[in-house]
């Protein structure tokens, strides 16, 4: 049934028909099929969306490419972050996001990749109260009485040590203080690991990424091992899909940046 609508090749309200079509839209390289929701104008024949129609096929682009990826959906992470009771400011600090990132992904954002595993990460309340513990001390005391008191009643439903043995299931670095070849022999300390952060930062001169940063501790430590025979930490490194890091990055650099060794904020597009 034809209704009356503005047609902008047209250029005038005309009679339109709904339309409806699947197509490929491409989400971070990946090629999409969704379904199009349009209107026809009836005297030229052009089909158009408006911009109610656009946002409605990008969410469905975005809930296919969460399914397909396994990407917590806005409402996970909504849920995530009310289970400890935390603000969004809270949580952003907390994770390292930033309240705007938080604000984005509830409100349909896709995560950047590093981020879906630090929202994958507190998922188990153990490491959670690590970050906050590293952290709090950024966060306002009604906020922080808030999820002490939501962390304590979680801990009296779900024992903690219920998790334990599930923490970082996806690493495979050693877990041992001493120096092995898993930490270039020499015994892992974080205050080198510290000093290194600062000495990459200060020869590249500008801000970088998190993902940059881990990359670079490895070729640094990896760099002085190969060519001394022993690394510059001694920190071991995780292999995870996306190649190695430091064990544990995500607990050390919230702590880095409660230290005030380093800080961490969003870019200006509030992606990273």
Wanted: proline share 6%.
């Amino acid at each position: 049934m034809a209704t009356l609508d503005y047609c902008p090749s047209c250029g005038q309200v005309t009679p339109v028909e709904p339309t409806s079509k699947t197509e490929e839209i491409v989400v971070r390289g990946d090629n999409i099929e969704v379904l199009v929701e349009g209107q026809r104008c009836t005297i030229c024949g052009e089909n158009f969306s408006d911009a109610n129609e656009m946002d409605r096929t990008l969410t469905r682009a975005y809930e296919a490419y969460r399914k397909r990826h396994s990407l917590p959906a806005p409402s996970d992470i909504r849920e995530l972050r009310e289970r400890y009771g935390a603000s969004q400011k809270a949580f952003g600090l907390i994770l390292g996001f930033g309240e705007l990132t938080i604000n984005s992904y509830e409100q349909g954002a896709l995560p950047a990749d590093a981020n879906v595993n630090l929202l994958r990460l507190v998922e188990n309340p153990l490491d959670f109260k690590r970050l906050f513990a590293a952290r709090k001390e950024l966060i306002g005391p009604t906020q922080r009485k808030r999820i002490e008191s939501a962390i304590a009643k979680f801990d009296e439903m779900v024992p903690v040590s219920a998790f334990a043995k599930e923490r970082s299931p996806a690493y495979s670095a050693s877990s041992s203080n001493e120096s092995s070849i898993y930490t270039g022999y020499m015994e892992p300390d974080k205050d080198r690991l510290f000093a290194l952060i600062r000495a990459v930062l200060k020869a590249v001169g500008r801000p970088l990424y998190k993902t940059q940063i881990l990359k670079l501790l490895f070729y640094c430590d990896f760099s002085h091992f190969r060519k001394s025979t022993v690394s510059i930490s001694g920190w071991p490194y995780a292999a995870i899909d996306f190649g190695p890091v430091p064990d544990d990055f995500q607990l050390l650099l919230p702590e880095a940046t409660s230290l005030g060794l380093v800080v961490c904020s969003p870019d200006e597009s509030q992606e990273r």
